[in-house]
């Protein structure tokens, strides 16, 4: 079955440095989501990608999808303290067009 | 409610019985899911529903584990004969509609489940 694999699984930085998490599928996938978890809550969406290649920001957040739609990236320019948190991609593949398949999630702590 | 609701918060059970879990999406919302999930893992599907109906419910483990949603609103997830390996956190989420290119997900506080 479809897989998501992410990378680092933990990643600890100083406060104002960058911070870039990778999510890899084994299906090509029809579109790509990113999820936000503090510590004891539960999972907050962050955005959702389409279209191959697309490039989107919020703010500090830098999203990208891959141009085979297989990979995706979160990248997080001068982290803050309030960025802590396991930040999970979620993907949705041609077969399976409503199931998302969470990776495991990459954990970000920052140190002030 | 504002948002995904799931009673109880928390549930301890002992080895064998049988545990209900109880979600109530946002009002509208036709899609309601669940995801188990374990310390330091990502959310594991189980089912998805989309209406009454169970559109996909391969996550499901084993026999063990049944959900309903007979009125297209609040879910219950049933697990029988619990097993201390089921122990984990159980995340109802919700979303206005499915389908390819849609579907925020909106997550309730989760359920969580210890059997010993």
């Known amino acids: 079955g479809q897989q998501v694999m992410q990378i680092p699984q933990y990643q600890h930085v100083q406060e104002g440095e960058d911070f870039t998490t990778y999510c890899n599928s084994s299906?090509?996938?029809?579109?790509i989501q990113w999820y936000k978890q503090r510590p004891g809550g539960h999972p907050v969406f962050l955005i959702q990608?389409?279209?191959?290649?697309e490039v989107k920001k919020q703010k500090r957040l830098t999203f990208q999808f891959g141009e085979a739609k297989k990979n995706s990236s979160l990248h997080i320019t001068a982290t803050q303290t309030t960025d802590v948190g396991t930040y999970f991609c979620?993907?949705?593949?041609?077969?399976?067009?409503?199931?998302?398949?969470f990776g495991k999630g990459t954990l970000l702590t920052v140190n002030p | 409610g504002a948002g995904v609701s799931q009673t109880p918060s928390n549930k301890v059970t002992e080895k064998g019985k049988y545990v209900e879990l109880r979600c109530d999406p946002i009002?509208?919302?036709?899609?309601l899911y669940w995801y188990r999930q374990s310390l330091g893992q990502g959310p594991e599907f189980l089912i998805y529903?989309?209406?009454?109906?169970?559109?996909?419910d391969s996550g499901l483990p084993n026999d063990r584990f049944f959900a309903v949603r007979p009125e297209g609103s609040v879910s219950t997830l049933k697990i029988q004969r619990t097993e201390r390996g089921d122990s984990a956190v159980y995340l109802c989420?919700?979303?206005?509609?499915?389908?390819?290119?849609?579907?925020?997900?909106?997550f309730g506080e989760g359920s969580r489940l210890t059997v010993l």
């Open positions: 989420a919700s979303s206005l509609t499915a389908g390819q290119g849609t579907g925020e997900l909106f």
């Open positions: 299906t090509t996938l029809s579109n």
């Open positions: 990608l389409v279209k191959s290649g």
């Open positions: 979620a993907g949705r593949s041609g077969g399976s067009n409503y199931k998302l398949t």
């Open positions: 009002s509208g919302h036709t899609a």
């Open positions: 529903f989309q209406g009454t109906g169970a559109a996909d």
